[in-house]
């Protein structure tokens, strides 16, 4: 059975959060506070149970007053926001129904940032699947971004599509947090593996990308078959069949924990973002997941970036 979620999100009411300024990069002998990084997530958590009770006032306390929303449907800052969730609850209300609810796969922190993967249950039975990365400053969440698309059920693999490891695995019995603690270097040096990943990817170095990928690499998205040769061959169809302009994958963010690195990617000169998920073991790349969306040039909701961070349409991608 997971553990009690309420139990880890009680840790919020009553210890403080890591600020904004406070060592956002895992690098050279700096060790991470690991009991403040877990109190993040215990915050992100929390964030969600509120959501998914309609609890105003507490999503109130957990956001500033200017959060910066980049999500392409909500609107900016925390008052609209929280009069956008009223609306919609008594619209689902007058429907016999409640609003959509979220449930968290895993969750990763790494300086002031959260991000968190999860599915959402729409109640017209079906079910889509996200990321939302946060962003703290001064004890509450500031920022917030997000990829989702709906879940694929015509398979091209036996594997779950949210959990860890080969086959129709539960990932309700798998952890949600990370509980592997490696150094600075390591996590630098599972980001580097990621790097190479794409420079070889943009390259076509085929070569390249077979020493960094064993050959039983475990495929979760729900378009590719299973394996490390399957994926080489879907690049080379995805590339030749993509209605997207030729070039390659900008990275926006990258966050390091445990054997996780996940991605935050630009495509196309920004007409869709990708999210990918990596699992590393001994240097290579040994299991992934993935989400695409597509953005439109303007959001109608807000006038953020859905990309860059701040406000406005500066494109901040420096972090």
Known sequence: MRRNKKTVAAAVLSIGFLTSGSAVAQSGSYMPDRAQLE??????????????SLDIEGMRRMQREDYVQHVISTPDRREPLLTMLTTMAKEFAAKGQRLPSHEIVRVLAEGDHVWAYMLLKIPDGTTRVRVCMFRIQDGQIAEHWEVGEAVNERRQNRNDHFAVGR???????????????LTPQQLEANKNVVRQFYHAKAARDMTALRKIMPEDFIQHDA?????????L???????????????PDELIRMMAEGDYVW???????????????????NGQLVEHWG?????????????NDFFGQGR???????R
């Open 39 to 52: 109190r993040n997530k215990a915050a992100v958590m929390k964030l969600f149970e509120y959501d998914d």
């Open 167 to 181: 086959g129709r695995q539960d990932f309700t019995r798998q952890p949600q947090q990370v509980t592997k603690i």
């Open 223 to 231: 378009t590719i078959e299973d394996g490390r040769e399957a994926l």
């Open 233 to 247: 061959a879907g690049l080379d169809r995805a590339r030749a069949e993509t209605r997207l302009p030729d070039g």
């Open 263 to 281: 991605v935050f990617l630009r495509r196309g000169g920004g007409k869709a973002a990708q999210f990918d998920q990596f699992r590393i073991e």
């Open 291 to 303: 989400l695409n969306q597509d953005v439109p040039e303007r959001s109608p909701a807000n006038p």
């Open 312 to 318: 406005g349409l500066a494109a901040d991608f420096t």
